[in-house]
């Protein structure tokens, strides 16, 4: 790394300008003799620390080389990053690189598995697609391939986002989970910790995403279920299950979808739906629910917007209640809006329901070795049993940093829209409750934010990049 000379060429001339001004000023010849030794002494003994001043580590940006060479490296322990450093390679971290990357702004993703959005390839299951249209689900500058379908597959949404990665030359560190990370005040600087290096740098990204480890509830007698216990995050399809008694744990969209699944591969599904939730058709007569209502939204107000969505809802899915799904108190947008809590989008589950191919039960109260016991007090036997019980933020746990995420949910403690700024260079992508569409609006703000400071350090630096 070089900061060159001409940075502290400003500050000869001042001294230059000082020294000589002293000279033709008049004064006394004692004050002149003076003033002119101890400018004398200032400038020479001075500069060279102005030099330090200029190499603090905020300053120190190696050039490229230096910084590929230093992460070959088996020695080197702590790498100075030049640009800022973006925590997961999911979908939020590839857009904000390539939002940054346009704007001329370099950066490295530190990604904890051994292959990007870690969660669509390594912890979904087969049938999935994309919930909402692909249109609300692309990242900034690059659209879907018209051939995709409305409502791509997984395997199509994975080929997007390595197309994307590889569009923007985006090559993440992969097999580096962040273990710790803090901002010290002395330099100025976010120290990283990973699993094999440490990073020093200036700007730091948080995108591990609202969905980084599964959330397996306390239920008790849990570990005496003598049967298969598995989270959604390692379903894969209902091949193994055919003829099997199987109970799903919540009803969210995977608990809902996954029971599809099994009962399409032939097992007996029972689904525990504990509290109220809607279920909407993911259309509605022809047309995406979600577009419909961001549509209806511009010229109604939610409450009427709910109204309609929900009277919809009925012509299509009929009275939900009438098959155990009660429906809350309030529409599905306003609960949106106020916990952000997602409706399901229903994909054919509640057909299966209402044929009581799927059937509904109610909360468990204590696992036995064989099955269940509900609140209800009946017990029930089964070889299987899924836990659909959602995922969590794992931020809370390696950001030592206690203003920006809350160490109670891992979520920014600002609120969509002002949550993706914190404070002495750290950001977020991917914290809304907005999936895809709010990852992509943040990744924008970050990335233009960050831009505009690192332009304004380029123009007093001189770098050689
Ligand atoms: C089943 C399912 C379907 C969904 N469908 C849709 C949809 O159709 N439309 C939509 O808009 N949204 C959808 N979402 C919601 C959301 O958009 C996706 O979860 C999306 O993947 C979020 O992207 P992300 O990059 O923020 O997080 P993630 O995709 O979770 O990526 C985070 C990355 O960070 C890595 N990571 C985590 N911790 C660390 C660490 N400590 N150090 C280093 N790396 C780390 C992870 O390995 C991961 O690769 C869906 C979610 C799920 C679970």
Known sequence: MSVSSSVWLPYKFLFTFLYLSFWFCPQSTLQLSVSTLFLFFCTYSFLPHLNELNRSPQNQIPNYSQWDEAMMSKELKQVLIPGPLIIGAGPSGLAVAACLKKRGVPSLILEKENCMASLWNLKTYDRLRLHLPKKFCELPYMKFPSEFPAYPTKQQFISYLEDYAKSFSIEPMFGQEVRWTKYDRSMRLWQVEAKESKFLCRWLIVATGENAEPVVPEIAGISNFGGRLLHTSIYKNGADFKGSKVL???????????????????????????????????????????ALSMWLLKWFPVSLVDGLILLCSRMILGDTGQIGIKRPEFGPLHLKNATGKTPVLDVGAVAKIRSSEVKVVCGIRRFTAKGVEFVNGEVQEFDSVILATGYRSNVASWLKEGNFFSQKDGYPKNPFPNNWKGEDGAYSVGFTRRGLYGASIDAQRVAEDIARQWKSQMKHLHLDL
């Open 248 to 290: 799903v744990v919540g009803c969210g969209n995977s608990g809902m979808e996954v029971s599809l699944d099994l009962c399409n591969s032939g097992a007996q599904v029972s689904l525990v739906v504990r509290d109220k939730l809607h279920v909407l058709p993911r259309e509605i007569f022809g047309i995406s629910t979600f």
